[in-house]
């Protein structure tokens, strides 16, 4: 369906047609239209014909039909192992997601393979597949997704669990491993979620731990030699376990104490104690996808995203994505501007994201900034940096943003006090931030963004009544400091609910109660008086599911099965969660949600995801945990080492500046 003009364009039109329709101005509209439906008689995916008749009546129906520009389309008769690559959230979702590109890329470089992609239909779709009897199928070819030889979850969000066992049910296949005796199809998982894989342990039959760019090709070809060789599963799967990176869930056994804890880990045939994660060494020889789809829709970040670099210097204790994807490797200036002109050029994108944990991080993005400069200035394309810090948001970064259109800037204190900073060692100041805020607001900026959490270990009501304070101080420094006071001033101020996650300082700490979380947030908003300024607040119940999934073990399979057999499929969206299903499922397996949620763990507890390593020691988490009781900031790892662990991974180094 055209959001502009209310046309479906039928399954297998032309992706850049398409993607024209959607997006230019109104004058040419009908001419592509004409031309789009043209090219889709001509060129038509083999699609059964029940499909087409339901497109018409679901939103959205370019969610579902392929066919963009830069899809990878190959010969069946080429190919020896087709790969089911899923996404369990919507198109719009998955296909923002650069990881996800990557791989898309990386697989089908590879010969005699071709990867296709799957994501979770919306729950109009959904029913539309049910009453008409057809399972899930792949954009690119429309083959039904259980016909795959592996058939693979991307997943960076434990709230998209059951989104991931409803497309398992879609396409025909048995939801527990144990079910699926064969070699195929096989059902792997990777993604951030995955350094705990114990909430679908029951579900998938191994797990791709850390980075896939060269972990998930191994695992292909040792796959391609098992059906050469007529292996069965378990023969494939003891093998597998010796790759670096590959987590068999099958292959360990776990104990519990009568307390409900975890009493052992026992590895079994060959199995590591420790799974150890892959990290990519070479930025400069990593996969980038600059010939990258295309969408035949709007999708979230509908851009060319650029990485920069991976990891993080900073050491935010409550930050798992810091610790798991350290160390920092930072790809040339000299290979981002190719990539980024390379990649705007063949896109027609006019929108450049430079991405990363902490974007301002990278060393020489000044001077990338001036070299993309005319390139963007002549070809018309804004350049964004997300991830900006406070504490080095300069008037000549400012400068440089302000070639493109001034969106609103968006800025992460996490706390209201400089004591709960440094507690959960954000090592931002006030005096940071408020000369951020006068840099932006003396360049013309009269929107700006500020998030923080509510929840953190040690916060007290002093520092949740800072948040307050900090966003009243935003107001006073604009009307200070404004150069353009005409168009007046929007602070928009963003609360969550704090998830204690694994391979994090706090992974041992509980969360608040649900009670005391509405308590603060009603707190908060009471003490926000200020006009200009806007309050937002997390859905508490949908976060206090996320720590209970988080930090899961096992015997969360029961519960996510009977959850999904009760309704729960789209549960990262708020609009579709139920806590209550959720509840009554725990209720009825004979678990409590808050035995996992929040319940402080002591440092000799077995942790669930104590078979994982991410180079990160837990003796160094714990050192942080303790720092973080008293309020005491460790620098970042530019400016000294602080022995965490990650400079044992082989190969690579820890940031030196």
Same mark, same amino acid.
């Not at 069965?232 to 799967?237: E, G, I, V």
């Not at 996490?414 to 003396?442: M, P």
């Given at each position: 369906?055209?959001?502009?003009?209310?046309?479906?364009?039928?399954?297998?039109?032309?992706?850049?047609?398409?993607?024209?329709?959607?997006?230019?101005?109104?004058?040419?509209?009908?001419?592509?239209?004409?031309?789009?439906?043209?090219?889709?008689?001509?060129?038509?995916?083999?699609?059964?014909?029940?499909?087409?008749?339901?497109?018409?009546?679901?939103?959205?129906?370019?969610?579902?039909?392929?066919?963009?520009?830069?899809?990878?389309?190959?010969?069946?008769?080429?190919?020896?192992?087709?790969?089911?690559?899923?996404?369990?959230?919507?198109?719009?979702?998955?296909?923002?997601?650069?990881?996800?590109?990557?791989?898309?890329?990386?697989?089908?470089?590879?010969?005699?393979?071709?990867?296709?992609?799957?994501?979770?239909?919306?729950?109009?779709?959904?029913?539309?597949?049910?009453?008409?009897?057809?399972?899930?199928?792949?954009?690119?070819?429309?083959?039904?997704?259980?016909?795959?030889?592996?058939?693979?979850?991307?997943?960076?969000?434990?709230?998209?669990?059951?989104?991931?066992?409803?497309?398992?049910?879609?396409s025909g296949l048995p939801l527990r491993a144990e079910d699926r005796p064969e070699l195929r199809p096989l059902v792997i998982a990777g993604g951030t979620a995955m350094y705990n894989a114990e909430p679908?342990?029951?579900?998938?039959?191994?797990? =791709?731990?850390?980075?896939?760019?060269?972990?998930?090709?191994?695992?292909?070809?040792?796959?391609?030699?098992?059906?050469?060789?007529?292996?069965?599963?378990?023969?494939? =799967?003891?093998?597998?376990?010796?790759?670096?990176?590959?987590?068999?869930?099958?292959?360990?056994?776990?104990?519990?104490?009568?307390?409900?804890?975890?009493?052992?880990?026992?590895?079994?045939?060959?199995?590591?104690?420790?799974?150890?994660?892959?990290?990519?060494?070479?930025?400069?020889?990593?996969?980038?996808?600059?010939?990258?789809?295309?969408?035949?829709?709007?999708?979230?970040?509908?851009?060319?995203?650029?990485?920069?670099?991976?990891?993080?210097?900073?050491?935010?204790?409550?930050?798992?994505?810091?610790?798991?994807?350290?160390?920092?490797?930072?790809?040339?200036?000299?290979?981002?501007?190719?990539? %980024?002109?390379?990649?705007?050029?063949?896109?027609?994108?006019?929108?450049?994201?430079?991405?990363?944990?902490?974007?301002?991080?990278?060393?020489?993005?000044?001077?990338?900034?001036?070299?993309?400069?005319?390139?963007?200035?002549?070809?018309?394309?804004?350049?964004?940096?997300?991830?900006?810090?406070?504490?080095?948001?300069?008037?000549?970064?400012?400068?440089?943003?302000?070639?493109?259109?001034?969106?609103?800037?968006?800025?992460?204190?996490?706390?209201?006090?400089?004591?709960?900073?440094?507690?959960?060692?954000?090592?931002?100041?006030?005096?940071?931030?408020?000369?951020?805020?006068?840099? %932006?607001?003396?360049?013309?900026?009269? %929107?700006?963004?500020?998030?923080?959490?509510?929840?953190?270990?040690?916060?007290?009501?002093?520092?949740?009544?800072?948040? %307050?304070?900090?966003?009243n101080h935003a107001v006073h420094t604009w009307r200070e400091h404004a150069s353009n006071k005409n168009r007046g001033l929007r602070v928009t101020v963003s609360t969550s609910w704090f998830v204690p996650?694994?391979?994090?300082?706090?992974?041992?700490?509980?969360?608040?109660?649900?009670?005391?979380?509405?308590?603060?947030?009603?707190?908060?908003?009471?003490?926000?008086?200020?006009?200009?300024?806007?309050?937002?607040?997390?859905?508490?119940?949908?976060?206090?599911?996320?720590?209970?999934?988080?930090?899961?073990?096992?015997?969360?399979?029961?519960?996510?099965?009977?959850?999904?057999?009760?309704?729960?499929? =789209?549960?990262?969206?708020?609009?579709?969660?139920?806590?209550?299903?959720?509840?009554?499922?725990?209720?009825?397996?004979?678990?409590?949600?808050?035995?996992?949620?929040?319940?402080?763990?002591?440092?000799?507890?077995?942790?669930?995801?104590?078979?994982?390593?991410?180079?990160?020691?837990?003796?160094?988490?714990?050192?942080?945990?303790?720092?973080?009781?008293?309020?005491?900031?460790?620098?970042?790892?530019?400016?000294?080492?602080?022995?965490?662990?990650?400079?044992?991974?082989?190969?690579?180094?820890?940031?030196?500046?």
């Amino acid at each position: 369906m055209c959001p502009s003009l209310g046309v479906f364009v039928p399954a297998g039109s032309s992706g850049r047609l398409f993607v024209i329709l959607a997006c230019h101005s109104a004058e040419n509209r009908l001419e592509y239209l004409h031309r789009a439906t043209d090219a889709a008689r001509k060129r038509r995916m083999t699609v059964d014909k029940r499909l087409e008749r339901i497109l018409p009546r679901v939103q959205k129906p370019a969610r579902y039909v392929g066919g963009e520009y830069n899809e990878v389309k190959k010969d069946k008769s080429e190919v020896d192992l087709r790969f089911a690559f899923c996404f369990p959230d919507t198109y719009e979702i998955g296909m923002s997601n650069l990881g996800f590109r990557i791989l898309y890329g990386v697989l089908n470089d590879m010969p005699g393979v071709w990867c296709e992609r799957a994501f979770a239909p919306w729950t109009d779709m959904e029913e539309e597949l049910r009453k008409n009897g057809i399972p899930l199928f792949a954009l690119e070819s429309g083959d039904p997704v259980g016909e795959f030889d592996i058939v693979a979850f991307s997943v960076g969000y434990e709230m998209a669990y059951t989104a991931m066992l409803n497309m398992l049910d879609l396409s025909g296949l048995p939801l527990r491993a144990e079910d699926r005796p064969e070699l195929r199809p096989l059902v792997i998982a990777g993604g951030t979620a995955m350094y705990n894989a114990e909430p679908v342990a029951d579900f998938i039959d191994l797990a =791709l731990i850390g980075e896939g760019e060269e972990l998930l090709p191994e695992v292909v070809e040792l796959y391609r030699k098992a059906r050469w060789e007529n292996w069965d599963k378990p023969r494939f =799967l003891r093998a597998a376990a010796e790759i670096q990176g590959v987590y068999v869930p099958s292959l360990y056994d776990i104990s519990y104490r009568e307390d409900g804890t975890i009493a052992a880990i026992t590895p079994r045939d060959g199995a590591p104690e420790k799974v150890v994660k892959r990290v990519v060494h070479d930025m400069d020889r990593s996969y980038y996808p600059v010939r990258t789809i295309v969408p035949s829709t709007e999708i979230v970040h509908d851009r060319v995203t650029l990485e920069v670099f991976r990891g993080c210097i900073r050491g935010c204790r409550f930050c798992q994505a810091g610790y798991v994807y350290r160390p920092v490797r930072c790809r040339s200036r000299e290979q981002l501007a190719e990539y %980024a002109q390379a990649a705007i050029r063949d896109s027609g994108y006019q929108e450049m994201t430079l991405s990363s944990l902490s974007t301002s991080d990278y060393p020489e993005l000044v001077g990338l900034c001036d070299d993309l400069e005319a390139f963007c200035g002549k070809n018309h394309v804004n350049l964004s940096l997300p991830s900006l810090r406070a504490d080095n948001f300069s008037m000549e970064l400012m400068q440089r943003l302000q070639r493109g259109r001034k969106a609103g800037l968006t800025f992460a204190p996490e706390a209201g006090t400089q004591r709960l900073r440094d507690a959960i060692n954000k090592n931002v100041t006030e005096e940071e931030l408020t000369e951020s805020l006068k840099t %932006a607001f003396s360049g013309g900026w009269s %929107a700006v963004k500020l998030y923080f959490m509510l929840g953190l270990p040690t916060e007290t009501d002093e520092d949740v009544l800072g948040i %307050a304070e900090m966003a009243n101080h935003a107001v006073h420094t604009w009307r200070e400091h404004a150069s353009n006071k005409n168009r007046g001033l929007r602070v928009t101020v963003s609360t969550s609910w704090f998830v204690p996650k694994p391979f994090t300082a706090f992974q041992w700490e509980p969360q608040i109660s649900r009670a005391e979380y509405e308590r603060r947030v009603k707190l908060l908003r009471e003490a926000i008086t200020a006009k200009a300024v806007t309050y937002n607040w997390h859905d508490g119940d949908t976060s206090f599911l996320e720590a209970v999934l988080a930090r899961g073990d096992r015997r969360l399979g029961k519960v996510l099965e009977r959850a999904f057999r009760k309704g729960a499929k =789209l549960d990262a969206w708020s609009d579709r969660f139920d806590l209550n299903r959720w509840l009554e499922a725990f209720a009825e397996c004979g678990l409590d949600p808050e035995f996992y949620a929040c319940r402080e763990r002591s440092r000799e507890e077995i942790l669930p995801w104590s078979m994982i390593s991410c180079y990160v020691s837990d003796d160094y988490l714990w050192r942080q945990r303790e720092l973080a009781h008293r309020s005491a900031a460790t620098p970042d790892c530019r400016t000294q080492c602080s022995g965490c662990g990650a400079s044992a991974v082989e190969g690579g180094e820890c940031y030196h500046g």
